[in-house]
C-alpha cells in the first residue's frame, strides 16, 4: 500500500507546542483591525484548524485553493486560483496559512495576486520552511520549524495525495 515513513521529525507533542507559540506571536502582532486567515488548501487543513484555536483575538477565517499550471514542472510559473474568498479583502489584515514553503514560487504569484485587493496588512504564516525560496520576495513573517530539505508527509502535508492524516510529520527519506 504505497510507500512507508522513514523517520518522525516532528511529534505531536512537539507541533503543539510550536502552534501554540504561533498563535501567541500572532495574536500580539495584530493588536487591532479586523484579521482574516486565509488557509491554502489542501496542505494548510490542519495546521489551520489548530491554529485559529491559539489564537485570542477575533477573526474570520476562509480559503484559497491555487493551482500551478503544469503541477508539478511549475515552468510557467503561473497561478489559478481554484476558489477564491468571498469575503473582502480591502483593509484588512490578510493572514495568509501556508503548510510549507520550498522554493516559494506559489506563495511569490499569490502574495501579488492579493496585494493588489489592497489589504491593510498581507504577511505569510508557514508551519514549515526550507529556506530554499531564492524567489519568494515577500518574507514569510512567521515560521514554525526551519525544516530539513527532505520530503516531509503528515499533519496535512501529501505526497500523491497520501499522508495527510498522519498526526505527526514525518519523512520519506
Ligand atoms: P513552492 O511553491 O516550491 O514553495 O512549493 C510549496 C508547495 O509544495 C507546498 O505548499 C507543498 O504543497 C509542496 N511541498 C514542498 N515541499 C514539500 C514536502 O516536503 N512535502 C510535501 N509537500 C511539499
Ligand atoms: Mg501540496
Do not use: W
Not at 502552534?19 to 496542505?43: N, Q
Amino acid at each position: 500500500m504505497g510507500r512507508a515513513v522513514k523517520r518522525v521529525v516532528y511529534d505531536e507533542r512537539k507541533i503543539a507546542e510550536k502552534v501554540r507559540e504561533l498563535g501567541a506571536e500572532i495574536s500580539a502582532a495584530y493588536p487591532d483591525g479586523e484579521l482574516l486567515v486565509l488557509g491554502l488548501l489542501k496542505g494548510s487543513f490542519i495546521f489551520l484548524s489548530d491554529l485559529v484555536r491559539q489564537i485570542s483575538r477575533p477573526l474570520q477565517v476562509d480559503f484559497l485553493v491555487a493551482a500551478s499550471y503544469g503541477d508539478k514542472t511549475y515552468s510557467s510559473g503561473t497561478v489559478r486560483l481554484l476558489y477564491d474568498p468571498e469575503t473582502k479583502l480591502e483593509g484588512k489584515h490578510i493572514l495568509l496559512v501556508e503548510d510549507i514553503v520550498d522554493t516559494g514560487r506559489t506563495l511569490g504569484r499569490l502574495m501579488e495576486m492579493l496585494s493588489a485587493r489592497h489589504p491593510r496588512s498581507l504577511e505569510i504564516c508557514a508551519l514549515l520552511h526550507k529556506h530554499l525560496a531564492a524567489e519568494l520576495k515577500h518574507p514569510t513573517k512567521f515560521v514554525g520549524f526551519d525544516a530539513p530539505n527532505e520530503f516531509l508527509v503528515g499533519y496535512g502535508l501529501d505526497h500523491a495525495e497520501n499522508f495527510r492524516h498522519i498526526p505527526y510529520i514525518a519523512s520519506l527519506e
